[in-house]
């Protein structure tokens, strides 16, 4: 089975940094996502991470430590338009992907 | 940029009834996904396919729920026998690679 834990809600300012962690635990896995989700939109792909280490790009960056079962997703300069939800999602050996309950950021003023 | 298409975007059917859902995923992709996500819950896999047969489903895709590929573009999720619990937004994703790209959603209400 598996087992994906992150915050569910979050708060931060406008052109601060923000870095949403993920705890996971999982019996097959063939890599790590992050996902983004408006209300009422589909999920789009954010990051993917297969080796342990710090994926960069462009304002998000997601670093990935397969020993501790831990990921974060860390956006920089944050926009009013980042206030989403944040999917950790784990994709297993067939490439089915499992989600995470999602972190709630908001971005204020 | 090619993109995953589904239709209805929304769908209303009374409980018992069968539904069809309908995906058009992106032309070159050989992998394709139905994912549900009740409101205000996590999104839950249901199903994948490849190869014109199903590769993995979940707990949730029980003989309620079927897949097809009935030619070249289409993908469909069909409902034998709708139930109240069915009411979730639907997504279907296809991939080439790793990433999955997921369709804008067909939201079913079932009533």
């Known amino acids: 089975g598996q087992n994906i834990d992150q915050p569910t809600e979050m708060t931060a300012t406008e052109g601060a940094i923000v870095q949403i962690n993920c705890t996971y635990q999982?019996?097959?896995?063939?890599?790590l996502f992050w996902y983004q989700q408006h209300a009422g939109e589909a999920p789009t792909f954010l990051s993917y991470?297969?080796?342990?280490g710090l994926e960069e790009k462009g304002r998000f960056s997601s670093f990935l430590s397969r020993s501790k079962g831990y990921s974060y997703l860390l956006l920089k300069e944050l926009q009013m338009k980042d206030s989403a939800s944040y999917l950790c999602?784990?994709?297993?050996?067939?490439?089915?992907?499992?989600f995470g309950k999602g972190t709630s950021l908001l971005v204020t003023p | 940029e090619p993109e995953v298409t589904q239709t209805p975007s929304h769908q209303v059917t009374q409980m018992g009834q069968e539904v069809i859902l309908r995906c058009v995923p992106i032309?070159?992709?050989?992998?394709f996904y139905w994912y549900r996500q009740i409101l205000g819950q996590k999104v839950e896999f249901l199903v994948s396919?490849?190869?014109?047969?199903?590769?993995?489903k979940s707990e949730i895709f029980d003989d309620q729920f079927s897949v097809e590929r009935p030619d070249g573009s289409n993908f469909t999720l069909k409902i034998r026998s709708t139930k109240l619990e069915d009411s979730a937004m639907y997504f279907c994703?296809?991939?080439?690679?790793?990433?999955?790209?997921f369709g804008p959603g067909t939201r079913l209400t079932v009533t």
């Open positions: 994703a296809s991939r080439d690679n790793y990433e999955q790209y």
């Open positions: 999982t019996s097959g896995f063939n890599g």
């Open positions: 991470n297969v080796l342990d």
């Open positions: 999602v784990i994709s297993n050996s067939g490439y089915a992907l499992n």
């Open positions: 032309s070159n992709h050989l992998y």
């Open positions: 396919f490849y190869n014109n047969e199903i590769s993995e």
